[in-house]
C-alpha cells in the first residue's frame, strides 16, 4: 500500500491550489504529483490517502487507481474489471456502487457498461468466496467503484472518500444555493487570503456581506484554527479491508488544532434574511468557530465595513434561484423582476450591482473584493475595473471570481 496511484478530483480552475494543497500535507512533488484537467495525481501511500481524506479543501475524492487499459466494447470492460483484486479492498459481504462517467465513449449505453463491470465484479467474488457475491447498494453502500471511459481507454478506481468531501459534517441547516465548500476554500485560496501550500492565513479581516448558511465564513475560520476538513465526518476508507484504526487514529491525534499560536484574523458575514444569518451561526456552531466569526443581519447595500480594511469574499445573489432582496430588491423593481433581469443579465433594472458598487467605492476604501459570479459582464454592469479574473466552476456554470480594488480617497478603483 506505499505505492498507490490516487486521483484526487476538483472543480476546473482548482487544479494548481490543489496540486499547491497536496504538496504541503504531503511532501509530494516532482513525479508523484501532477496536476491535470479536472485533478491531481499522486504517487502516494495508503497514510497519504487518508491523510488527504482528513485536510484536503479543495479535492472531491480520493480515489486510488486500481486499472486503467484501453477498451472498444463492454466485453472488454468485463476483462479489465475481473483482472483487478477487489478482494484484496472488500469482502463479498460486503455492499458496493459503480459509478461511471465517460468522455466521448464510443459505447452506446452507460448502463450496460456499469452492469458489465458490476457482473466482472460479482463474478470474481464468487470465484475466490466459494459462491458469495457482494450486493448492490446504490443509497449508502460500503464501497463505492468509479469507472471513467474515454475514447479508448477504460480507468478503474475504488473511491476512498464516501460522502464527497465539500461534505464537511457541519452543515444542517442551508439556504437556496448554499455555495460547496470545496469552492469556498477555492474562492479562498484565489484571493490570497489562504496559502493552500503553506497553510497560513492572511492578517486581514474577511468579511462575505451575502454570507447565506455562512460558508465562506466557516471554511476561512476553520482554516484560520487549523480545524481539519473532515474533522467532524467519516471516510469511504473505514470500511475498506486495508483500514487500520490505530493509524487513523494517529493521523487523527496529529491534526488535533494547536493552540491558538498567533492572533487569528476576525472574520465577519452578514445577509439579508435573518433566517440565514441564524443558519450561518448555528453551522458556525457545529464546525466549531463560532466564536471566530461576527454574524449580523443587513444589506449589503447599507452595511458598513467590519473594520478599518480587509478582503471582501463573495457569492452574490445571481440566477432563479437567489433573488437579490433588500434596498435594490423591492425599490424601484420588485424582487422578483431584479432576480430575472439578473438571471438574464440584462443592462436594464439590474440595480443591486451598480449600487453596490457605489457603496464599496464610498465607503470600503482600502478593502479588495473578490466577487464570484457567472456574469462575464458583472466590472462592466458595476461600473468598476477588475485587476483581476480568474475562471472557475460552480458546478456545470462557468465563472469568474473578479477582483476589485477599492482605493482610498477616490471613487475610482485602482488599476491592474
Ligand atoms: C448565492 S447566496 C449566498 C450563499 C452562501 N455563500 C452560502 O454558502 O450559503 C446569496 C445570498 O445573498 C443574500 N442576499 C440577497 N440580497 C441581499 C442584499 N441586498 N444584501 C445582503 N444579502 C443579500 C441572500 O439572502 C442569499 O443568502
Given amino acids: 500500500m506505499n505505492q498507490l496511484k490516487l486521483f484526487l478530483p476538483c472543480a476546473a480552475g482548482v487544479e494548481d491550489f490543489l496540486a499547491q494543497e497536496v504538496h504541503?500535507?504531503?511532501?509530494?512533488?516532482?513525479?508523484?504529483?501532477?496536476?491535470?484537467?479536472?485533478?491531481?495525481?499522486?504517487?502516494g501511500s495508503w497514510r497519504d490517502a487518508m491523510k488527504l481524506n482528513l485536510h484536503c479543501r479543495l479535492a472531491q475524492r480520493v480515489l486510488v487507481e486500481l486499472a486503467h487499459a484501453p477498451y472498444r466494447s463492454e466485453n472488454d470492460l468485463y476483462a479489465i474489471a475481473s483482472g483487478?483484486?477487489?478482494?484484496?479492498?472488500?469482502?463479498?459481504?460486503?455492499?458496493?456502487?459503480?459509478?461511471?462517467?465517460?468522455?466521448h465513449s464510443p459505447l452506446q449505453s452507460l448502463n450496460f457498461a456499469t452492469l458489465r463491470i458490476k457482473d466482472?465484479?460479482?463474478d470474481r467474488f464468487r470465484a475466490k468466496a466459494g459462491g458469495v457475491r457482494p450486493s448492490i447498494e446504490t443509497q449508502w453502500p460500503d464501497c463505492r467503484v468509479f469507472a471513467h471511459l474515454t475514447t479508448d481507454s477504460c480507468t478503474l478506481y475504488i473511491d476512498t472518500s464516501g460522502e464527497p468531501l465539500f461534505k464537511r459534517g457541519w452543515r444542517q441547516d442551508k439556504g437556496d444555493a448554499p455555495l460547496k465548500e470545496t469552492l469556498a476554500a477555492a474562492m479562498l485560496a484565489a484571493s490570497?487570503?489562504?496559502?493552500?501550500?503553506?497553510?497560513?492565513?492572511?492578517?486581514?479581516?474577511?468579511?462575505?456581506?451575502?454570507?447565506?448558511?455562512?460558508?465562506i465564513a466557516i471554511e476561512a475560520a476553520q482554516i484560520a484554527a487549523r480545524i481539519p476538513a473532515g474533522a467532524l465526518r467519516r471516510f469511504g476508507f473505514e470500511k475498506l479491508l486495508p483500514f487500520q484504526p490505530h493509524v487513523w487514529e494517529a493521523l487523527q491525534n496529529d491534526a488535533m488544532p494547536a493552540p491558538a499560536a498567533a492572533a487569528a484574523p476576525v472574520i465577519y458575514g452578514s445577509d439579508v434574511a435573518h433566517r440565514m444569518v441564524d443558519f450561518a451561526e448555528r453551522n458556525a456552531e457545529?464546525?466549531?468557530?463560532?466564536?471566530?466569526?461576527?454574524?449580523?443581519?443587513?444589506?449589503?447595500?447599507?452595511r458598513m465595513p467590519p473594520a478599518a480594511g480587509g478582503v471582501i469574499v463573495l457569492n452574490p445573489p445571481y440566477g432563479e434561484r437567489i433573488e437579490v432582496a433588500g434596498v435594490a430588491g423591492t425599490a424601484r423593481f420588485g424582487a422578483r423582476e431584479s432576480a430575472?433581469?439578473?438571471?438574464?443579465?440584462?443592462?436594464?433594472?439590474?440595480?443591486?450591482?451598480?449600487?453596490?458598487?457605489?457603496?464599496?467605492?464610498k465607503n470600503y476604501a482600502g478593502w479588495t473584493a473578490w466577487v464570484l459570479t457567472p456574469d462575464l459582464q458583472l466590472p462592466k454592469r458595476m461600473r468598476l475595473k477588475e485587476s483581476r479574473r480568474v475562471p472557475m466552476w460552480n458546478g456545470p456554470i462557468e465563472c469568474r471570481l473578479f477582483r476589485f480594488d477599492m482605493v482610498a480617497g477616490s471613487a475610482r478603483t485602482k488599476q491592474p
Avoid at 192 to 212: F, H, I, K, M, R
Avoid at 286 to 297: D, P, S, Y
Fill in 120 to 122: 466482472a465484479i460479482a
Fill in 286 to 302: 457545529r464546525a466549531g468557530v463560532a466564536a471566530h466569526i461576527e454574524f449580523r443581519g443587513g444589506d449589503a447595500l447599507q
Fill in 24 to 43: 504541503g500535507l504531503t511532501g509530494l512533488a516532482g513525479d508523484d504529483l501532477m496536476a491535470s484537467r479536472g485533478g491531481v495525481f499522486v504517487r
Fill in 340 to 361: 430575472q433581469t439578473e438571471a438574464g443579465s440584462g443592462e436594464e433594472g439590474n440595480a443591486f450591482f451598480p449600487q453596490l458598487a457605489s457603496h464599496w467605492k
Fill in 84 to 103: 483487478v483484486a477487489w478482494e484484496i479492498w472488500f469482502t463479498p459481504r460486503q455492499t458496493f456502487k459503480i459509478e461511471t462517467t465517460a468522455q
Fill in 192 to 215: 490570497g487570503w489562504w496559502n493552500p501550500e503553506t497553510g497560513a492565513v492572511s492578517d486581514q479581516p474577511l468579511y462575505d456581506p451575502c454570507c447565506g448558511s455562512g460558508t
